[in-house]
């Protein structure tokens, strides 16, 4: 690496979708943690953003991507704890196409980044409910019970182009 700097880790976790009718994100303070703990280590500067609407979180990587600090620096990261799937993510009152964030990550859009690594790291969990016969006091009487099954996924996207010397 080349800059004196190695770059921005920036870290999204998204808990609470009032505005969705999700259930809260539980147990992912750990993982979020470990992000913000590795990239620090590794020298990134990090930031940290909790429960951020689809209109903050799109002003905040906008504000990441056009950052005039990303002359002097390796790479940019970006992390991403949410309700999701291969092609969105949740923020607390939308659901939003991955392939539009990353867009402001393009050349054109991210002047300071080009021909840099721009990392992005996504784990959603894909919230599924299903009900369950299971009997209670009484075993004439049965009641439906709710389980919440979570699959977790996640995804490294990387966006860089390489320039190559013939």
Known sequence: MDYDHRGRALVISIEQF?????????DTDHDVRAACARFGALGFEVELLKDLTED????????ASE????????????????YGDEKHICSTDNKIEIKSLMAYFKGNECPFLVQKPKLFFIQTFKEKLKMRRMPTVSPQTQKYVHFQLKRISCWCIQMCKVRHKY
């Open 18 to 26: 009032p505005n969705l009718g999700l259930m809260a994100r539980v």
């Open 67 to 82: 950052d005039k600090r990303n002359s002097t620096v390796d790479c940019f990261v970006c992390v991403i704890f949410s």
């Open 56 to 63: 903050k979180l799109r002003r905040e990587l906008k504000k």
